[in-house]
Structure formats: C-alpha cells, structure tokens
C-alpha cells in the first residue's frame, strides 16, 4: 500500500442536533487527485474545514503524512447530545488552528473567491509566502532580512511566470476576470509550498472552455510541483476527466468510492444524484 | 545602471535636514506667531498618535478606541520617571513621602550633562511605549477575540478604566492622584548653545517613530495586517497566525500611543489624567478619518490640519469683533457676497451640465436649469445667507453676527462634514503621498 497523505478516520461532525459528516473514512495517497462529490449539502465543505482545521470534528482523527493532526472525541455539550457512531474510540483533543495546518503543508482555495482586494495579484503571492518567514518582527523592520525577501519575491516571480499569470503581476486582484482570479487563488495556495492541495469547487461559474483549462491546469501543477490534490467539484467533465478516485457523500455519509468509471455505474449514486422514483 | 545619479535615500535625507533646519529656524527667529509653533508641535505629536492609530485600524482592520489610555500610560510613566527629587515634594503636595525618589534624566543629566539629559528622556519614552505595550499585551489576551464594535467597545472601557485608576487615591504617592504631575523634563530644557530646541524636538522623535512604523507596514508583518485587514478567513487559512499578528499589532500600535503621550506631557510641561477623556480617542479617530483609513501621510496631513484648524486658524470666530467703519462692513459683506455667489453658481454650473448632458439623449426635456435635489438645497441655501448678509449690512452698529464663543466648534463641525460629504475616503484615500506623483499609478 502506498503511503497516505492524508487519512480521514471515522470522522464526525454535529452542529447541534444536525450531523454534517457522518463517520468519514478517506484516504488521499501521494500523487493522487482525488475528488469528493455529492449533491448540494451533502457534508463537501464541512469536510474540507474538518481538514483545514476552521472547525474541530465532534469526533474522529486526521491523519496527515501518517501524523494525527486534528483529533476530537463528544466532550462537553456533545457528549449528551453526540449521534454518529464510534463514541468512545478516541480520548485527546487536538484542535490545531487553521494557519498551523497550513504550515505543516495543507493548503486550501475557497467556493466563494476570497482573494486579499486591496493587494495586487503579485502582492497577494508574496504574503501567502508569510507563513514561511523565518525573520522575526524587528529584523523584517529593519531590513535585517533582505537575502529571505528577495529569495521570496523571486518565488514569487517564478510562481507567477509557471501559472502564465506575469502579464497581470501588478494588477489588483479583485479586478481580474473570474477565471484569473481562481487561478490567483490556486497560485497563492500554492506560494505556501502545500504538499497536499484542496480545492473547493475551484470551477463554480466557470464557462465549459474555462473548465476544460482549469482541468488542464490542475493535472500539470500536480506534476510541476509534486502535489496531491482533493477537489471538490459539481462538474462531472472535470471530475471524471482527471481523477484518479471519486469520493461519493449524500447526507453527510459516503455512499461511494472508487475509479471514475466505477463511481459513475453504481447505482446509489445515480440515485442520489438523480432521486428514486417513489415506485422504484 | 545610472551611476552618477545621487541615490535616493541621499536625496530624502538631504529634504529631511532642510526641513529640520527650516522648522529650527522657525523656532528661533524672533517675529514668528508663537500660534505656529504650538501647532507645529502637538501637530507632531497628534502625527504620531493617528498614525499609531491607523496601524491598528486602517492597515490591520482592528476597531480599536482605547488610544487615549495608552497615551495616558506612556505620559504617565514618563512624568513619574522624570520629575527631579527636589521638585518631588512640592509636585506630590498632598502626598507626604511621595514620589520615587529617583529621577532617570535627572541623574543621568548630572553625570554627562546634556547628552544625559536626552539619553535619559529617551529611554523613558521608550519606557512610557513599554509599559503602554505591556497593558496592551495583558488586555490583549481576552479582547483580541472580539470583532468590530465589540472591540472598540472594549478597549474604550479600558481606556476609562485606566483614567480612573490613575486617580485613585490610594496609588496617589506615584501617581499624584487627581493632581498634576508638572516640573518633569520637558523640550524646553533642551537647549543647542543658545537656540531653543522646543518645535525640532518633537518633530525629530515624532518622525522617527512615524518612520518605524512605516517600515513595520512595508515589511513581511506589515504585509501580513493588511491581508487580515481584507479578509481574515483567508489569511488565516494561508498560515498567518491570526491571534499573534493581532497581538502584535495592538502592542505596536498601543507602544507609540504610549510615546506619543509621554511627547504629549513633554509638550505641556504638565500632565493631569482628565485631559485623556474619550474625547481625545475620537480627536484622533478623527484625523484617521479625516486623512483617510490606510495612509500614513494622510493622518500625518490631517493632524495638523486639525490641530492648525482646532487650536488657531479659527479662533476668530470665538471672539466678538467690532469692525473700524461703514466702509470695512460693506467692503466685508460685498467680498461675503461674492464667496458664496460663486460657489453656488459653481455648483449650479457643474450639476446642470451634468444633467443636461445626462438627459440630452432622452430629449423632450428642455430646463433652463437641470438640478439635483443637492443642487436645489445649495441654492436655497446660498440665497437665505445672502439675505443674511444683506440683513446684517442694512443694519445698525458695527458687530459681526455670530461671532461669540463657541461658534468656532460650529464652523469646525461644519467644515468637518463638507470634508467627509466630499472626501469619502478622507483627504488621502489609502494612498501616501509618492502615489499622487506618480503617473502611472496602480489601478483602483
């Protein structure tokens, strides 16, 4: 078996009474693209926030390169209220923030594009970069940190000229194209040197030519920088084009996995994409 | 590479000494309005305080009110560290033994003179900044969990909080109660062979510290408070510690409100914690304001617009006056006349034309005058002061109308508004003032 690079176990997650994702397993090897699909509310974005960290599970474990990142078990509030299953299994609690998880190497794009507005598409590169400064407050002041800052601004560059996003370096961000600005996105992600990538939705709105680019796009920076990806997507074209696995959710819990091929004859999929007949 | 060219920096230390020399001068030529040099020097110092301000509100998004306790510390702590021993007993009347029985400046002053004197002023305004930055450490760890109002609400009630502390009876062997403190070291004691350092002074410190903080924006951190500015989600999600670049923020910022008011009590000569009211906090939020959320020299521009406008250039107005003659009344009303006449007609001009040009492809509508409701009101506006003025020259006696004390916060309030109804995002924007020179600027 090859090495995990990212291990989903038994994942809850309750807000409340309501179970969002229910006892999750999934597993990302290195190199892979993966993707989870399901039907609007499925659990898709509150999965990538349990990974990312802006919220902790109510219970389970994540695993990142074989190291538990984030673990939770029904403590407090949940402990009376907790449905999922697996109650007991786990005993710690490690709620690390966002940007740490971001540091270990888990970089993210968002569904709605959130892109810093004042800052040129250059600019926001160069601060994505930030989590990487080994400068403290008072040398990066001073100027004590040229050598890091130069290095970072010629990343910067490089990343800018790999992408074909030179042309608009010093352009504000906001004011791009939307196509662009998903690809600022995905280059800011990538200016934190991610070894795993999620993308959520990263072609909403986009126009068939678009997704047909983004596809391309995506399948070359998995090559060009070593990453393993898990997308989010609604556009089946992209998806099948070029994942390796599909992950299947519907009501917070997966009903599917497997190749592409596979995914898209099994039957509860197509039901939960399409609906049962009531006389079925 | 164009080698023969002076570099750059040459060129702006070269402007900054010219300056420096200008403003000493002004210190000591006889003639100059001593009005000028008041407002050159708490100019200086409200500089400081906006642009430590607009650090935490303009470049990191953090709603903060609590500026005026920080200056209060830092004024504090530098007035407690500087008053001599011999002065101790008569500052601290009401406080038999109080006092720390020590002096910083004072002591070093004795050893090295001069020079100690001015070490020991420096290092307690850096003191004053860090204790200032030490509260806003402590007050940081619960509060910089809230957001917008919430926060400013917060940091406001700290602020009070401190005022009223500082008064406390109890602690009034160091901190003189609600008295002054007064007789520490101020500007006044600095001297270069014969000429007054009073207004180079505080522009020296107040600019450099102005300078730090503007390399604090432009570096890697300051980058960092401007993308939590724009949206905090996502520069938490790329690695910036939100909680520590916050922290930080608010301690940079409170560490220079806190140099700022130890300026502050150098300039009075004397310090008393009632001036640091809430009303201070919003003189300054003012000026951010004003100068315009997110640039430096725009808040630097603004407090001494501020302080020039709120200290001097309309003081008239607070004083009844009674012209010399007939002829200066009609002369006064004939030159009011003509102001207002013109800005109306301006206005009137520029709406109409805007308009006509507007409806020219509907057609149909043909006006004498195409106006917006704005429009209207100034005219009306302009034609009830005109009356006004007519009223006054037709009568008898030769006082101004209106002036008395207290008009001039009338006008100020007034002027404030026209400066907010048509600057929307203050006098600079979020640009410095390299960008109005530059052609090729970047797109908004």
């Known amino acids: ?49 349990v990974i990312t960290g802006v919220y902790p599970p109510t219970n389970g474990v994540v695993y990142f390169e074989g190291q538990k990142i984030v673990e939770n078990y029904p403590h407090g509030k949940m402990r009376k209220l907790y449905k999922g299953e697996n109650n007991g299994a786990y005993t710690h609690a490690i709620e690390p923030t966002p940007d740490k998880i971001t540091r270990m190497g888990v970089a993210r794009t ?20 930030h989590c990487r400064v080994t400068a403290g407050l008072l040398s990066a002041t001073f100027r004590m940190n040229k050598l890091e800052e130069r290095r970072q601004r010629e990343e910067c560059d490089e990343l800018l000229r790999i992408l074909g996003l030179e042309k608009v370096r010093d352009e504000l961000a906001t004011s791009l194209p939307y196509g662009q600005q998903r690809r600022v996105e995905i280059a800011r992600a990538l200016a934190t040197q991610p070894k795993l990538l999620l993308l959520d939705e990263p072609a909403a709105g986009m126009n068939p030519q678009e997704t047909q680019e983004l596809t391309a796009f995506v399948g070359r920076i998995r090559t060009d920088f070593k990453l393993t990806v898990l997308i989010i997507e609604h556009h089946m074209d992209l998806v099948m084009d070029i994942s390796d696995r599909i992950y299947v959710l519907d009501f917070g819990k997966l009903i599917a996995s497997g190749t592409p091929a596979n995914v898209q004859n099994d039957q509860r999929v197509i039901d939960a994409y399409l609906g049962v007949s009531e006389d079925a | 590479m164009r080698r023969n060219r002076i570099p750059q920096s040459f060129k702006i230390l070269g402007a900054l000494l ?45 709603f903060s009110l609590g500026q005026a306790g920080f200056m209060l510390l830092g004024a504090y702590t ?23 029985g020590f002096s910083v400046t004072e002591s070093l002053g004795r050893v090295l003179g001069q020079p100690g004197l001015l070490l020991g002023v420096i290092i307690c305004l850096i003191l004053g900044g860090i204790v200032a930055g030490l509260f806003a450490y402590l007050i940081g760890l619960p509060v910089l969990k809230l957001k917008s109002d919430y926060l400013a609400i917060a940091t406001l009630g700290f602020a009070e909080i401190i005022r009223a502390v500082v008064q406390y009876e109890k602690l009034g062997p160091i901190t003189n109660g609600s008295n002054l403190l007064s007789n520490f070291t101020s500007f006044s004691n600095f001297h270069l062979g014969s000429l007054r350092l009073d207004t180079v002074m505080p522009f020296i410190f107040a600019g450099f510290c102005i300078w730090i903080v503007i390399l604090i924006i432009n570096s890697t951190y300051g980058r960092a408070f401007k993308a939590i500015r724009d949206d905090e989600i996502a520069a938490e999600a790329m690695g910036i510690n939100l909680a520590k670049h916050k922290r930080m923020s608010f301690i940079i910022s409170s560490f220079f409100a806190g140099v700022s008011g130890a300026l502050l009590a150098m300039y009075q000569a004397s310090i008393q914690a009632t001036i640091f009211k809430a009303a201070m906090t919003y003189e300054i939020l003012l ?21 020039g406008s709120s200290e001097w250039w309309l003081r008239f107005l607070d004083n009844t006056t009674v012209l010399p003659s007939f002829s200066a009344k009609l002369l006064l009303a004939i030159i009011f006349a003509a102001v207002v006449v013109g800005v109306v007609s301006l206005v009137a001009y520029k709406q ?20 917006k409701p704005s429009g209207v009101i100034t005219i009306i506006v302009g034609i009830l002061v005109l009356l006004g003025d007519l009223l006054f020259l037709l009568s008898p006696g030769l006082k101004l109308p209106l002036l008395r004390s207290g008009f001039r916060m009338v006008v100020f309030s007034i002027v404030i508004m026209m400066v907010v109804l048509f600057f929307s995002r203050g006098l600079m924007g979020d640009r410095e003032l390299p ?3 530059r052609t090729g600027h970047r797109k908004r």
């Open chain 2, 78 to 100: 530098y007035a407690i560290l500087t008053i001599p021993v011999e002065n101790q007993a008569l500052v601290y009347q009401r406080y038999p033994n109080g006092g720390i």
């Open chain 2, 435 to 437: 960008d109005l020179f």
């Open chain 2, 352 to 371: 109409n034309k805007a308009q006509k040009s507007h409806s020219e492809t509907g057609g149909r509508h043909r006006k004498l005058l195409a106006l």
């Open chain 2, 18 to 62: 010219l300056f420096l020399a200008i403003v000493l001068m002004l210190d000591n030529v006889p003639g100059i309005p001593v009005m000028l040099l008041i407002v050159l020097r708490k100019g200086a110092i409200y500089a400081l305080v906006a642009v430590s301000m607009n650090l935490l509100n303009g470049f990191t998004g953090l």
């Open chain 1, 1 to 49: 078996m090859s090495e995990n690079v990212l291990k989903v176990e038994n994942v809850t997650m309750q807000f409340g009474g309501v179970v969002a994702v229910d006892n999750m397993n999934l597993e990302v090897n290195a190199g892979e693209i993966v993707s989870l699909i399901g039907p609007n509310g499925a659990g898709k974005t509150t999965a990538f926030n």
């Open chain 2, 287 to 307: 000026i951010v304001v004003l100068g315009g959320i997110g640039s430096i020299s725009g808040s630097v521009i603004a407090a001494f617009l501020f302080v």
């Open chain 1, 110 to 129: 968002f569904q709605n594009i959130r892109l810093w507005s004042s800052q040129t598409v250059f600019e926001n590169i160069l601060i994505a970069k």
